[in-house]
């Protein structure tokens, strides 16, 4: 009689995952020198890569580079090395050339320009529970990234991008999935440059919105939303949604936003948003909501450490969380509509 096969113990996971950083240094540098937007609509050999952006290292380690892409799908190729010649994959040709409008690399430059050197100091954050980020060396935990921000218009446009470009997949789905056309008006909370409220507007041609942030953020939104054909519709307004009036609104969205707030901050926005709602009105948070079990979405039990290595005391939640906060503040009902990838809208009534 034959003995059962035992499964033996394989490290490759281990070793894939603890060394993954090789895999996701390799995809952001190929997003910082503009690869995926160098090849869009077109082929090139390794050696034509190489001169374009003036390599000096072995043609060899080109080839590594490049291969290591095609192992994974993010690029094609036919030939080997010498004779290798080197095409988009799908899904870097559609999220990853910046002449097209699905491009999402604004959250990777700034993942690789900022967050990169941060996530090296998690064991210091998990230890101390503080903000590991440029507000490190103290200050207050939740602007010292933005104070210095604002000062740069440059980089202020690059966390712009970011922003869209994490978030714009799920806001066209949102907009497949739930009715707007039944709300007069919108109220976007830390709504960035407008790309939210665009999209809104784009899809129910009945509704007004209002994009609410920051002061700084005017002269961006205000040069996107009227690009986009939208300046009689979608209004900017500037303030600080925690301390100053927010405009009324039959629905206020935000986006990204509730998760980079400590729980008692939470509550307290919870609090003024349905303050602000008429009966019948609504709030909705698109985020990378974890499930209730906490075995799912491993995107966003990451995202609620990056806030806590951007902000300290700040997290990521589940649906019994927003439920809880929404209970609190009035709210009679809440739901969850899942999105693109790990990204979830919650939405509580009022």
Known sequence: MSQPTIAQP?????????????LTKSLLAAVKFGLFTELAGTKKSGKEIKQKFGFKTTDRHVYDWLDSLVSVG?????GVMDSA???????????????????????????????????????????????QNEGKQGGDSNMAFFSD??????????????????????????????????????LDLGGADGALSIQICRQFPSIRSTTYDLPPVEPLAKKKIEKAG???????SGGDFLTDPLP????????????????????????????????????????????????QNTFGMLMSLNMLIENGDAFDYMPSDFKRWA??????????????GPTSAAVAYK
Not at 74 to 78: A, Y
Not at 327 to 340: N, S
């Open 10 to 22: 394989d490290p490759s996971k281990i070793l894939q995952i603890g060394m993954g950083y090789w």
């Open 74 to 78: 993010f690029l094609n190729r036919e």
């Open 85 to 131: 010649v080197y095409t988009n994959g799908m899904e870097t040709d559609m999220f990853l050339d910046k002449n097209k409008p699905s491009y999402i690399g604004g959250i990777l430059e700034m993942s690789n320009s900022r967050l990169y050197r941060f996530w090296g100091d998690l064991e210091e954050g998990l230890i101390t529970g503080k903000q």
């Open 149 to 186: 921000l604002y000062k740069d218009p440059v980089k202020l446009q690059e966390f712009m991008d970011a922003m869209t470009g994490i978030q714009m997949g799920n806001f066209m789905t949102l907009c497949k999935k739930f009715d707007f056309g039944k709300y007069k008006t919108l």
């Open 230 to 236: 939208f300046s009689d519709r979608i209004r900017f």
């Open 248 to 295: 009324q609104a039959d629905i206020v969205t935000m986006g990204n936003i509730l998760h980079g707030l400590e729980e008692d901050t939470k509550q307290t926005l919870v609090n003024k948003v349905y303050s602000i709602l008429p009966e019948g009105g609504a709030m909705m948070t698109i985020e990378n909501i974890i499930d209730d079990d906490r075995r």
């Open 327 to 340: 209970d609190a503040a009035g709210f009679r009902k809440t739901e969850i509509i899942p999105l693109a």
